[in-house]
Antibody, heavy 118, light 110 residues
Framework: QITLKESGPTLVKPTQTLTLTCTFS??????????VGWIRQPPGKALEWLAL???????RYSPSLKSRLTITKDTSKNQVVLTMTNMDPVDTATYYC??????????WGQGTLVTVSS | QSVLTQPPSVSGAPGQRVTISCTGS?????????VHWYQQLPGTAPKLLIY???NRPSGVPDRFSGSKSGTSASLAITGLQAEDEADYYC??????????FGGGTKLTVL
């Protein structure tokens, strides 16, 4: 079965760079049509899509955050890494990674809460 | 402000039918991109409820149905149950293949 799990720091300081890792099992990111996306949710607020990467290394970013985001994959490790630069308290959120199939996010990780505070 | 517009809240009594709308534009839903729906129970990760406008993943009750017309989509829930109380999100893409989420709708079962 498909599972995903996010990992990374729970607390970062303003201006620092956040690096989150999504480790997955049950599928391969070298399989045609497969992708992984990152989505975040500030406390009490709506979901916000951040970035996604496909099996062919096609990458897409949220236009409003594009300058701060980088998404990469390591197929051999079954991992997708998201980096976000210049973190701010407004970036405090639960960050989710999710498997993409048929253009939908069909499997989600449990999420990891990242707090930005000095 | 989300590009896909949903009502902030809807409510209904047990057994009733409720619908949640998701309004986009000619740049996203109206351009032919599919709409997907997610259910998020309190304190949990979102769960795919409807994909490809009207398809249910295995295990999703047929009380949940989706439709799409023009620049909008709708999620319908019939035979409302207490366990349906959750936040619901629509999702689609735009012409740059950026993913879009609606602002979410809180469903209250009275």
């Amino acid at each position: 079965q498909i599972t995903l799990k996010e990992s990374g720091p729970t607390l970062v300081k303003p201006t620092q760079t956040l690096t989150l890792t999504c480790t997955f099992s049950g599928f391969s990111l070298s399989t045609s049509g497969v992708g992984v996306g990152w989505i975040r949710q500030p406390p009490g607020k709506a979901l916000e899509w951040l970035a996604l990467i496909y099996w062919d290394d096609d990458k897409r970013y949220s236009p409003s955050l594009k300058s701060r985001l980088t998404i990469t994959k390591d197929t051999s490790k079954n991992q997708v890494v998201l980096t976000m630069t210049n973190m701010d308290p407004v970036d405090t959120a639960t960050y989710y990674c999710a498997h993409i199939a048929m253009a939908s996010f069909d499997y989600w990780g449990q999420g990891t809460l990242v707090t930005v505070s000095s | 402000q989300s590009v896909l517009t949903q009502p902030p809240s809807v409510s209904g009594a047990p057994g009733q039918r409720v619908t949640i709308s998701c309004t986009g534009s000619s740049s996203n839903i109206g351009a032919g991109y599919d709409v997907h729906w997610y259910q998020q129970l309190p304190g949990t990760a979102p769960k795919l409820l409807i994909y490809g406008n009207s398809n249910r993943p295995s295990g999703v009750p047929d009380r949940f149905s989706g439709s799409k017309s023009g620049t909008s989509a709708s999620l319908a829930i019939t035979g409302l149950q207490a366990e349906d109380e959750a936040d619901y999100y629509c999702q689609s893409y735009d012409s740059s293949l950026s993913a879009l989420f609606g602002g979410g709708t809180k469903l209250t079962v009275l």
